[in-house]
């Protein structure tokens, strides 16, 4: 079976001229894939915000364009950066005080049945509380201001990390468990090199939950703590900027907001599949 | 009890009941000397792993009891590191690399690092790993995983290996590169093998001795010597001796699954 030559470095060719052209259209390919169609959707849904108010003949305190939203933004520019900061310190201190307390209380509980089932009840009751019907009780404990902004941020983002870490902690696998027995693991053995490290994908989900909550949580408390002396973040200036019917700024502080949450959960999902790397499920997927 | 001293494993009228009605193993009667390769062979439902897990202490036996060296599983597994057992899948900690999954028994006990990791690195070897050291489980095939999972059953240096139908997941032609690799770890490290499996060319093939069993209720219908000599190599497989202890138990086999009818 013998290929004429002439055919043999056309068909050579041919592979090279698609291999590279399958370089060049791979970034292309993806883009098109991933990004292309959410910039599409994002451009529209600008263009009819954009026309919406100027077809209805809408004032721009009552539904601001999104240039009137720009322009909102970069006039209190002075005002809105601090705000944003602000918040940005308080939402992250309630969020390590909720990840460190709320992991650590978890460990306690799951070393002891007796106290898991003692106590665990009584968090999953606090859990359903509103947080924001007990905070004016927050205040007169810890004054107005940053302490008492911190705590509530702390009580929101508190509980998906107890709930998931606990789930994680209490849901290894049963053959795992028994080749420890086997060797004669004792219980913080087992706790330390066997339940932390299988709830470790939970604890993430936690953290996950709990970090954008704590900007929530924070963003609540400046309404009710409010200022405290200092300058107020994003909840002060927002009820600051209603009262004011100052509406195309209002959507800046809340455009302010979610950015920070994206900012903030992708942070939280970075570390994650920083420490779920090597083996989860979850984390591998994304490295393919 | 004279002969107890090379008596390793021994069933006395061995019953397990599960939640008090569904009965796993009936009146068992066993007993296991040292060095010797032993396989439970069965039906599913026939009580062969309650056995192997009953003589790893992860069961009470319902009545009667199970010895290891004259002394209860539980406090063998307390003071020695005489028992290991290797489960049907590999059972690898995915967050560890290989090396750290073998060395996991030995960092539960304590000791000498330095030690430890040369331990390891042995067993590791033997299996035929010592590339892989770094490797996470994820990365390996079904193969690779259960050589590793056998790695830190023996890196503890144990008596007694308990088996639970470790190749049963594998496909047939590493199952019998392995099989042939476990034969040669047990005459190098003379151990007493326990092992289960459903497999008839498996268990006559490893075995130098075979309990069969039957189901409902689980219990010892027939013990069978397997008096092939060592090393066992491929080449055993087409011999007619190989042939007629399959053979042989087929029929034990296929007698106990009667006899079940019947009842």
Redesign the interface.
């Known amino acids: 079976m013998s290929i004429p030559t002439s055919e043999i470095n056309s068909r050579q060719k041919l592979l090279i001229d698609s291999k590279a052209k399958k370089q060049e259209s791979k970034i292309w390919q993806k883009f098109r894939q991933f990004y292309l169609g959410p910039i599409i959707a994002f451009v529209v849904f600008l263009a009819l915000w954009q026309s919406v108010p100027v077809l209805l003949g809408l004032e721009h305190y009552i539904l601001p364009k999104p240039t009137d939203v720009v322009a909102a933004a970069i006039e209190d520019w002075s005002l809105l950066w601090p705000a944003v900061q602000i918040t940005v310190v308080e939402s992250v201190l309630g969020f390590f005080v909720s990840a460190v307390v709320g992991i650590g209380v978890s460990i306690l509980l799951a070393s002891s049945k007796v106290l898991e089932r003692s106590i665990y009840p009584y968090a999953i009751v606090l859990q359903t509380i509103p947080v924001v019907a007990v905070a004016p009780i927050v205040v007169i404990w810890f004054g107005a201001g940053y302490n008492s902004i911190v705590v509530i941020s702390f009580l929101i983002g508190f509980f998906p990390v107890i709930s998931n870490t606990l789930m994680g902690l209490n849901s290894v696998d049963k053959n795992k468990d028994e080749l420890f027995t086997l060797y004669n693991a004792t219980k913080w053995q087992k706790m330390w090199k066997l339940r932390i490290p299988s709830a470790l994908p939970y604890m993430m989900t936690g953290l996950k939950i709990s970090c954008t909550l704590s900007i929530v949580g924070a963003i609540v408390g400046e309404y009710i703590a409010g200022i405290g002396g200092g300058k107020g973040g994003l909840g002060y200036s927002i009820t600051v900027a209603a009262m004011q019917v100052k509406t195309s700024y209002l959507f800046a502080c809340g455009i302010a907001a979610a950015i920070l949450g994206i900012a903030f959960y992708l942070l939280v999902s970075m570390f994650s599949n920083y420490m779920l790397n090597s083996w989860h499920d979850s984390a591998i997927k994304a490295d393919k | 009890m004279a002969a107890s001293s090379m008596e390793v494993v021994s069933y006395q009228r061995v019953s397990k009941v599960f939640n008090s009605e569904t009965v796993a193993l009936m009146e068992f009667d066993l007993s296991i000397k040292k060095g010797e390769f032993v396989s439970f062979l069965g039906p599913s439902g026939c009580g062969k792993s309650t056995a192997l897990r009953l003589a790893?202490?992860?069961e009470r036996p319902s009545n009667g009891t199970v010895k290891i060296f004259d002394k209860s599983p539980k406090k063998v597994?307390?003071q020695t590191n005489d028992?290991?057992?290797v489960?049907q899948?590999a059972?690898l900690?995915?967050?560890r690399t290989i090396l750290d999954n073998v060395l996991?028994?030995l960092?539960?006990?304590g000791g000498n690092k330095k030690e430890q990791k040369k331990e390891a690195i042995r067993v590791l070897e033997m299996v035929g790993l010592k590339d892989y050291l770094d490797y996470?489980?994820?990365q390996l095939s079904g193969g690779m995983k259960m050589r590793v999972s056998i790695a830190r059953a023996l890196a503890?240096k144990p008596k007694i290996l308990l088996m639970d139908e470790p190749f049963a997941a594998l496909d047939e032609i590493t199952r019998q590169t392995l099989q042939m690799e476990l034969l040669d770890i047990w005459q190098k490290e003379e151990m007493t093998i326990l092992f289960v499996t459903h497999n008839v060319f498996e268990a006559v093939f490893l075995s130098t001795r075979i309990a069969v069993m039957s189901a409902r209720p689980g219990r010892l219908s027939s013990e069978m010597e397997v008096d092939l000599p060592f090393p066992r190599k491929l080449e055993l497989r087409t011999d007619p001796s190989f042939s007629q202890y399959v053979e042989d138990a087929s029929l034990l086999l296929e007698g106990s699954s009667i006899k079940r009818e019947l009842i």
Do not use: M, Q, V
Request: charged share 20%.
């Open positions: 790893a202490g992860l597994i307390k028992i290991a057992f489960f899948d059972n900690l995915p967050w996991l028994p960092e539960l006990r996470y489980p994820r503890a």
